[in-house]
């Protein structure tokens, strides 16, 4: 472990940060002598316009690398400076803004929060702070005991064993999917617990802020992403940073879905910007005659419940126009939520499987323990023929070509998220009933169903039915090998997974999702039903029919 | 520059003539084992394995010998390797397209679709003619270009290669409907219908499985329409026009006509017609016209009035 190359993070950072400075720098400078219409001052305009435009409604507690006032002076002055004044500020832009992205990595914090401290996430508690909290259970010294124990709940499965010889081989770039701002400290951990190496990451600067999480961040390889920055300069530098890292053998991490899935349905519609640089670092890596591997590692996270999931479908259900990637009051922010969801978790027999699925070569293709690429038909093929140029038979970086590739690395990626999702009983009972509530109201659209205040019972022999259908369903998936069930799921009696459901979805949520009575089950939140139950709309079943068919 | 060439036909025969046109290099893995004088002019026949060396093939074979021959081609390229395809079909059944077959049996990434308004007799006869090459690596188009431009040949490049996949095969149905109605010896104003029906039934069919609806009026769909209906007409046209000679769909008189083209024509309508049922909504109205001729469960003549008694449709 201690030869992860994260633990030489701290000494090669100065490195990375000049490298990172040097690359940007030269692209844009080689850019202005090419077209004119990439002059300096034209870039150093349009940065200072994106970032007065932002700056103008987004004045958040975070540092700022330029103030507003810096970047009005900078554009007014920008007529009367000299190409060489002008450089002079966009490097020391380009370095100000590597040297606030890059992290740190303390290998003393890493032994603490991955050893002592199952999650690291008593670290998100403060003592004084839990017990004037509402809604945790009452069994406090209970609740305690069991999260010392949490990593016994946490299930991580799939392609450990082949990822723990490829880390060997090559440099390993896990991209799982997202869901809460607790999957990357998740993550962390359960590759620890999988004995893989720690990977650096980008993170959102909301989490570098947020007083439950900064410490971490702050110490254990993530760098810092904010997402509200857009010009051009910002994103150069991001996937500079990130190709730099890899082609340094820094294991990496990314959440190829962008930002956290508002709808909980699985992740198809990936972003690639990051994903490209493992291509790119590849192709350096070869041209300086190192043939060092990058392996993409596809991981599902799989929740029962999700911390951020009432907001997260919110907004899903609100969004009409551009993605907002910042939640300004989520759950995800308050103290006591953050406590009320993991005292009133901890007690179930698990709390989230991460699965991981069989890892690929940076253009799609299956890579086994031996670290060769294999092709669809099982051939074993040589992965630096798909660099070579076509023509001359040389290997070379061809941006039209690489962006093809990473589209389908990122399609090949998508598919692997649907297989190796696992669907859990707080899902398949969440579905059911929203399919049930739909049933009722067949006139009514998703919309104008979340929108009714009503308070509806479902009786428990049709949910019983009605489960039943859907596991006959997702069985047959899982033996197709279309999607993988939670042991309770694929082998467990309808009763037990009707029960086993019901009692999680009342668990976290204020009000419970849904609650026990006499008849069967009251229905309290139907966004929250239909969060739940997207996951296994992923798979495309005709809910209506299946419905129809419980109720015969 | 040197080529590999697999296949025959038509088609074939004018990418063959092209290629000669450029004085570029090419050698042929003869699958059929097709006797010498069989083969092509100025074609070195070659084992398969000297392929592993040659980064551009082309292939034209027709689609039940399309993945057998991919996968014989996988076991002796690379990720290197550029395939560029000439088959105007979809997979029976699974309507996949000939790229994506190949890319499920070779190692490569890199696929093209060559098509267009390229007739054999045309081509041989060192007659102007153009082509699209659709891929989504522009190094494939490159090189193409530099084996196939010439004062004769022009080359167009388009980056949907599964619309104008779908596009060029769905083409086919419409001439075959329009092989029907010239056997009738109706006037050019029905041809000119079917002509301009086609094209948009084939944009809606090509948007739902994927692809542009503008590749439709390019020279994958609309150039390989006007040529398949064109006087003589593509071979599926004929197949439409000895239909109506007898006004009955007879499959064996079919194949014995027109070998393995006709049973591959027939293939085609019934895969597509998956799609009539899987989205109705589409209103792929001659589509469904052929298929209930080449399914018997309608003469040609009652087809095309069929067609005339339809209700009144958006243009």
Same mark, same amino acid.
Request: glycine fraction near 8%; hydrophobic fraction near 40%; charge should be neutral.
């Given at each position: 472990?201690?030869?992860?190359?994260?633990?030489?993070?701290?000494?090669?950072?100065?490195?990375?940060?000049?490298?990172?400075?040097?690359?940007?720098?030269?692209?844009?400078?080689?850019?202005?002598?090419?077209s004119e219409a990439n002059a300096l001052e034209y870039v150093l305009n349009e940065t200072a316009y994106v970032e007065i435009d932002r700056l103008r409604t987004e004045q958040g507690p975070e540092e700022e690398i330029r103030d507003r006032g810096w970047w009005k002076s900078m554009a007014r002055s920008l007529t009367h400076l000299s190409e060489d004044q002008k450089r002079d500020i966009l490097r020391d832009l380009i370095e100000s803004y590597t040297d606030d992205t890059a992290g740190k990595f303390d290998p003393q914090v890493f032994k603490l929060a991955t050893g002592a401290l199952p999650l690291g996430l008593s670290f998100l508690f403060r003592a004084q702070d839990v017990g004037v909290i509402p809604g945790v259970n009452n069994s406090f010294r209970e609740g305690i005991r069991q999260l010392r124990n949490l990593g016994?709940?946490?299930?991580?499965?799939?392609?450990?064993?082949?990822?723990?010889?490829?880390?060997?081989?090559?440099?390993?770039?896990?991209?799982?999917?997202?869901?809460?701002?607790?999957?990357?400290?998740?993550?962390?951990?359960?590759?620890?617990?999988?004995?893989?190496?720690?990977?650096?990451?980008?993170?959102?600067?909301?989490?570098?802020?947020?007083?439950?999480?900064?410490?971490?961040?702050?110490?254990?390889?993530?760098?810092?992403?904010?997402?509200?920055?857009?010009?051009?300069?910002?994103?150069?530098?991001?996937?500079?940073?990130?190709?730099?890292?890899?082609?340094?053998?820094?294991?990496?991490?990314?959440?190829?879905?962008?930002?956290?899935?508002?709808?909980? #349905?699985? !992740? *198809?519609?990936? =972003?690639?910007?990051? &994903?490209?640089?493992?291509?790119?670092?590849?192709?350096?890596?070869? @041209?300086?005659?190192?043939?060092?591997?990058?392996?993409?590692?596809?991981?599902?996270?799989?929740?029962?419940?999700?911390?951020?999931?009432?907001?997260?479908?919110?907004?899903?259900?609100?969004?009409?126009?551009?993605?907002?990637?910042?939640?300004?009051?989520?759950?995800?922010?308050?103290?006591?939520?953050?406590?009320?969801?993991?005292?009133?978790?901890?007690?179930?027999?698990?709390?989230?499987?991460?699965?991981?699925?069989?890892?690929?070569?940076?253009?799609?293709?299956?890579?086994?323990?031996?670290?060769?690429?294999?092709?669809?038909?099982?051939?074993?093929?040589?992965?630096?023929?798909?660099?070579?140029?076509?023509?001359?038979?040389?290997?070379?970086?061809?941006?039209?070509?690489?962006?093809?590739?990473?589209?389908?690395?990122?399609?090949? #990626?998508? !598919? *692997?998220?649907? =297989?190796?999702?696992? &669907?859990?009983?707080?899902?398949?009972?969440?579905?059911?009933?929203? @399919?049930?509530?739909?049933?009722?109201?067949?006139?009514?659209?998703?919309?104008?169903?979340?929108?009714?205040?009503?308070?509806?019972?479902?009786?428990?022999?049709?949910?019983?039915?009605?489960?039943?259908?859907?596991?006959?369903?997702i069985r047959r998936l899982a033996d197709l090998e279309k999607v993988h069930l939670a042991p309770l799921v694929a082998n467990g009696s309808i009763d037990e997974i009707v029960d086993s459901g019901i009692s999680t979805l009342t668990m976290y949520h204020v009000p419970a999702a849904v609650e026990y009575v006499p008849s069967g089950v009251r229905v309290n939140h139907t966004n929250l039903l239909y969060f739940y139950g997207n996951r296994v709309r992923t798979f495309d079943l005709d809910a209506r029919e299946l419905v129809s068919r419980a109720l015969e | 520059m040197r080529v590999g060439l697999v296949g025959d036909g038509d088609r074939f025969d004018a990418l063959v003539a092209l290629l000669g046109q450029t004085n570029t290099e090419t050698v042929l893995w003869n699958y059929k084992r097709q006797r010498k004088k069989d083969?092509?002019?100025?074609?070195?026949?070659?084992?398969?394995?000297?392929?592993?060396?040659?980064?551009?093939?082309?292939?034209?074979?027709?689609?039940?010998?399309?993945?057998?021959?991919?996968?014989?081609?996988?076991?002796?390229?690379?990720?290197?390797?550029?395939?560029?395809?000439?088959?105007?079909?979809?997979?029976?059944?699974?309507?996949?397209?000939?790229?994506?077959?190949?890319?499920?049996?070779?190692?490569?990434?890199?696929?093209?679709?060559?098509?267009?308004?390229?007739?054999?007799?045309?081509?041989?006869?060192?007659?102007?003619?153009?082509?699209?090459?659709?891929?989504?690596?522009?190094?494939?188009?490159?090189?193409?270009?530099?084996?196939?431009?010439?004062?004769?040949?022009?080359?167009?490049?388009?980056?949907?290669?599964?619309?104008?996949?779908?596009?060029?095969?769905?083409?086919?149905?419409?001439?075959?409907?329009?092989?029907?109605?010239?056997?009738?010896?109706?006037?050019?104003?029905?041809?000119?219908?079917?002509?301009?029906?086609?094209?948009?039934?084939?944009?809606?069919?090509?948007?739902?499985?994927?692809?542009?609806?503008?590749?439709?009026?390019?020279?994958?769909?609309?150039?390989?329409?006007?040529?398949?209906?064109?006087?003589?007409?593509?071979?599926?046209?004929?197949?439409?026009?000895?239909?109506?000679?007898?006004?009955?769909?007879?499959?064996?008189?079919?194949?014995?006509?027109?070998?393995?083209?006709?049973?591959?024509?027939?293939?085609?309508?019934?895969?597509?017609?998956?799609?009539?049922?899987?989205?109705?909504?589409?209103?792929?109205?001659?589509?469904?016209?052929?298929?209930?001729?080449?399914?018997?469960?309608?003469?040609?003549?009652?087809?095309?009035?069929?067609?005339?008694?339809?209700?009144?449709?958006?243009?």
């Amino acid at each position: 472990m201690t030869e992860a190359p994260l633990f030489r993070f701290n000494s090669e950072r100065p490195y990375l940060v000049n490298e990172v400075t040097r690359r940007v720098y030269n692209e844009f400078l080689t850019a202005s002598r090419q077209s004119e219409a990439n002059a300096l001052e034209y870039v150093l305009n349009e940065t200072a316009y994106v970032e007065i435009d932002r700056l103008r409604t987004e004045q958040g507690p975070e540092e700022e690398i330029r103030d507003r006032g810096w970047w009005k002076s900078m554009a007014r002055s920008l007529t009367h400076l000299s190409e060489d004044q002008k450089r002079d500020i966009l490097r020391d832009l380009i370095e100000s803004y590597t040297d606030d992205t890059a992290g740190k990595f303390d290998p003393q914090v890493f032994k603490l929060a991955t050893g002592a401290l199952p999650l690291g996430l008593s670290f998100l508690f403060r003592a004084q702070d839990v017990g004037v909290i509402p809604g945790v259970n009452n069994s406090f010294r209970e609740g305690i005991r069991q999260l010392r124990n949490l990593g016994d709940r946490v299930v991580v499965e799939g392609h450990t064993d082949t990822m723990r010889k490829l880390a060997e081989i090559g440099t390993l770039v896990v991209v799982p999917t997202h869901s809460s701002n607790m999957d990357s400290i998740v993550m962390g951990w359960s590759l620890e617990h999988a004995g893989l190496p720690p990977v650096t990451y980008g993170a959102g600067k909301n989490l570098f802020t947020n007083p439950l999480t900064s410490f971490f961040m702050h110490n254990l390889g993530a760098y810092k992403v904010d997402r509200r920055i857009k010009h051009n300069v910002y994103k150069s530098i991001l996937k500079s940073y990130s190709q730099v890292l890899l082609e340094r053998g820094y294991h990496s991490l990314f959440f190829p879905g962008g930002t956290r899935c508002r709808s909980n #349905i699985v !992740e *198809s519609n990936l =972003k690639l910007g990051l &994903l490209g640089t493992a291509v790119s670092a590849y192709i350096s890596n070869l @041209e300086k005659g190192q043939n060092r591997p990058i392996f993409i590692c596809p991981a599902t996270i799989n929740y029962n419940l999700v911390l951020e999931g009432e907001s997260l479908i919110r907004e899903h259900l609100r969004r009409s126009g551009r993605a907002r990637y910042f939640l300004p009051d989520d759950e995800f922010n308050q103290i006591s939520t953050i406590v009320r969801f993991v005292m009133n978790t901890v007690r179930m027999d698990s709390t989230t499987i991460i699965r991981y699925g069989q890892p690929m070569d940076v253009f799609g293709n299956r890579v086994e323990g031996d670290g060769e690429s294999y092709d669809d038909r099982g051939r074993r093929i040589d992965a630096t023929d798909f660099v070579r140029s076509l023509s001359t038979g040389d290997i070379v970086h061809d941006t039209q070509r690489d962006r093809e590739y990473t589209r389908y690395t990122g399609k090949r #990626i998508g !598919e *692997s998220f649907v =297989k190796n999702t696992v &669907l859990v009983s707080s899902l398949v009972v969440a579905y059911a009933l929203f @399919e049930l509530i739909r049933h009722r109201y067949p006139k009514l659209d998703v919309y104008q169903l979340m929108r009714l205040n009503f308070d509806e019972t479902i009786p428990w022999h049709e949910l019983r039915s009605t489960v039943g259908e859907l596991v006959s369903e997702i069985r047959r998936l899982a033996d197709l090998e279309k999607v993988h069930l939670a042991p309770l799921v694929a082998n467990g009696s309808i009763d037990e997974i009707v029960d086993s459901g019901i009692s999680t979805l009342t668990m976290y949520h204020v009000p419970a999702a849904v609650e026990y009575v006499p008849s069967g089950v009251r229905v309290n939140h139907t966004n929250l039903l239909y969060f739940y139950g997207n996951r296994v709309r992923t798979f495309d079943l005709d809910a209506r029919e299946l419905v129809s068919r419980a109720l015969e | 520059m040197r080529v590999g060439l697999v296949g025959d036909g038509d088609r074939f025969d004018a990418l063959v003539a092209l290629l000669g046109q450029t004085n570029t290099e090419t050698v042929l893995w003869n699958y059929k084992r097709q006797r010498k004088k069989d083969l092509p002019d100025g074609v070195e026949s070659v084992p398969l394995k000297e392929f592993r060396d040659i980064p551009l093939i082309f292939v034209s074979v027709t689609m039940d010998e399309v993945r057998d021959v991919a996968r014989s081609l996988g076991d002796h390229t690379t990720g290197r390797h550029a395939v560029v395809h000439l088959c105007r079909n979809l997979e029976h059944k699974s309507l996949k397209t000939v790229s994506q077959v190949l890319h499920e049996e070779m190692p490569t990434h890199r696929y093209a679709f060559l098509t267009g308004p390229m007739l054999r007799e045309d081509v041989l006869k060192g007659l102007p003619a153009s082509g699209v090459c659709a891929t989504t690596y522009d190094e494939i188009m490159d090189y193409v270009k530099e084996v196939l431009v010439s004062s004769s040949f022009r080359l167009y490049r388009n980056h949907d290669i599964r619309g104008a996949e779908l596009a060029a095969a769905y083409c086919r149905v419409i001439a075959m409907a329009a092989g029907v109605a010239s056997e009738l010896h109706l006037g050019m104003s029905i041809q000119s219908t079917l002509f301009s029906r086609g094209l948009a039934e084939m944009g809606r069919f090509v948007a739902y499985r994927g692809g542009l609806e503008r590749t439709t009026f390019g020279l994958s769909g609309c150039a390989n329409l006007f040529i398949d209906s064109a006087a003589p007409g593509s071979p599926d046209f004929q197949i439409g026009a000895e239909a109506m000679k007898k006004n009955i769909f007879d499959h064996n008189a079919v194949i014995k006509k027109f070998g393995t083209r006709g049973k591959d024509m027939m293939d085609l309508v019934e895969s597509l017609a998956v799609v009539l049922e899987e989205q109705k909504s589409l209103d792929l109205h001659l589509l469904e016209t052929c298929h209930l001729m080449v399914s018997g469960k309608m003469g040609p003549a009652e087809a095309l009035i069929h067609l005339m008694s339809l209700p009144v449709l958006n243009d």
